[in-house]
């Protein structure tokens, strides 16, 4: 009967999306080794710096465009090849009277936003690990919303937790 249910929710149809074993999931984490040599982490090393992935909160401010949801979309794929991205998935939803929400979900990571057309704002985030250069994503944003205004904050995220002795 369970499978009956997600069935009528219609949860991991077209997604490919699977329910949650919890039953074995703190043994995986106690046996994972993050410094096994066979294991491709994907995390960043920079200048000696080793991190799970460059964040950026990326705020795009005198914009154009902003409620115009495949404009939003194609400014996805556009960073998601400037980039150097894998895209798995975009969804997004357009709010009335107005707005866009949505995310790209990529291999490495993601790409977010939400908008705030009528004062010509929109909020992205740049999340990606591995070889992926999210900083590549700024000048997409700037062409796609016709502004040169756009600010940006770096998170390395999972900075510290290892070190690139340890990884080496």
Known sequence: MKDANLFQLGIGLETG???EDTR???AAIATRDVFDDDRED???R????VFAGTH????VVNGHGLDEEPRI?????DCVDECGATLLHIHTHKFSPQGV????????SHISVHTWPEIGYGAFDVFMCGDADPWA????LQRAFGTQDVRVKELLRGEGLVTESQAA
């Open 24 to 26: 074995s999931q703190s």
């Open 46 to 49: 920079r200048d000696g710096v």
């Open 42 to 44: 994907h995390f960043v």
């Open 56 to 59: 950026l909160i990326i705020e």
């Open 137 to 140: 994503a700024v000048g997409v």
């Open 73 to 77: 979309q194609q400014a996805f794929r």
């Open 17 to 19: 999306a699977h329910a």
């Open 101 to 108: 929400s949505g995310v790209a979900v990529l291999a490495e």
